[in-house]
């Protein structure tokens, strides 16, 4: 399989990291093509690629993690499409074992990152939080929603691209995406070193973030998860207020027909978001036909 895989690194002036990693990935993987795509650096990350004899792509500007992710997809020659950070807190030994997955059978295989690996416990406590939450969503376990190392066969994944944020929750919109779709994931468990350099994620600003994108992809791929509960909710309100006012005053108000109406019109965007979701895989599937 290291014949039909390429390596795909977002990278952001990530020159000092990069010379140390492509090495290490050219001596393991001599086969495999690797192509660093600069998401507008200052600094020599391209040149850094060029000479070390990688595919290197450049972004004018920074247009994010994401939209470099996108760039690689499309570039990659290979079946098999491993993506990973170019800081280096992630191993090249663990990607055999990535590609292992893949021959099995699955079709997304993400590197799970065990407690430790998280820089610090408000980290460790919101990653936790939205992989309950993710999971919750899409019905399937999620151990690791927003790792950026993780192998994808190629031909699926590029169906997902124009789903794809430009930011650093691609992992997010496409973990939910090929669980909805129906394609096999598997988790290995990792363990992430310490990155060189400054983070580029922001905990409250980007968290806030994730935590969005996670109800919009639900609402979208999931959707009758995201609107049966709030329409029970309403439902649950409404009539415990009706309860409450009928033992009190033996009289109906406004209210809590305002939230019976309110769980029934919730209810059925919920049925139609199901039809529109539907519908949006059709084209998906009809490709696997072809």
């Known amino acids: 399989m290291t014949s039909t895989f ?32 600069d998401d507008g650096s200052g600094d020599k990350t391209s040149e850094v690629a060029i000479h070390e004899g990688v595919m290197s792509i450049r972004h004018p500007r920074r247009l994010g993690n994401g939209a470099a992710i996108k760039t690689g997809a499309r570039h990659a020659k290979g079946e098999i499409v491993v993506f990973m950070d170019a800081d280096g807190q992630h191993d090249p030994a663990d990607i055999p074992r990535l590609l292992e997955k893949i021959a099995e059978g699955y079709y997304m295989v993400v590197g799970a990152r065990t407690g430790r690996s998280h820089a610090s416990f ?23 929603l927003t790792s950026g190392f993780r192998a994808v066969r190629a031909k699926e994944f590029r169906k997902f691209l124009y789903l794809l944020p430009n930011g650093f929750s691609y992992p997010t919109t496409s973990t939910m995406a090929f669980f909805r779709a129906g394609y096999p994931v598997a988790y290995v468990p990792i363990t992430a070193g310490k990155r060189s350099g400054k983070s580029k994620i922001r905990l409250l600003r980007d968290g806030a973030r994730f935590f969005l994108i996670i109800m919009k992809i639900g609402a979208l791929f999931s959707p009758m998860r995201f609107f049966l509960p709030i329409s029970a909710f309403l439902f649950s309100s409404g009539a415990g207020l009706y309860a409450y006012n009928y033992y009190t005053q033996a009289r109906f108000t406004n209210m809590s027909l305002l939230l019976f109406m309110s769980a029934l019109f919730t209810f059925l965007i919920g049925i139609v978001s199901e039809q529109v979701s539907s519908l949006h895989y059709r084209g998906i599937e009809d490709s696997d036909g072809k």
């Open 122 to 144: 408000g980290r460790r406590i919101a990653n936790g939080f939205y992989n309950r939450l993710a999971s919750i969503m899409t019905g399937y376990r999620i151990l690791d």
């Open 6 to 37: 390429s390596i795909v690194l977002p990278a952001h002036n990530e020159a000092v990291n990069l010379p140390i990693l492509l090495r290490r990935l050219k001596q393991q993987f001599r086969d495999a093509e690797i192509v660093v795509v």
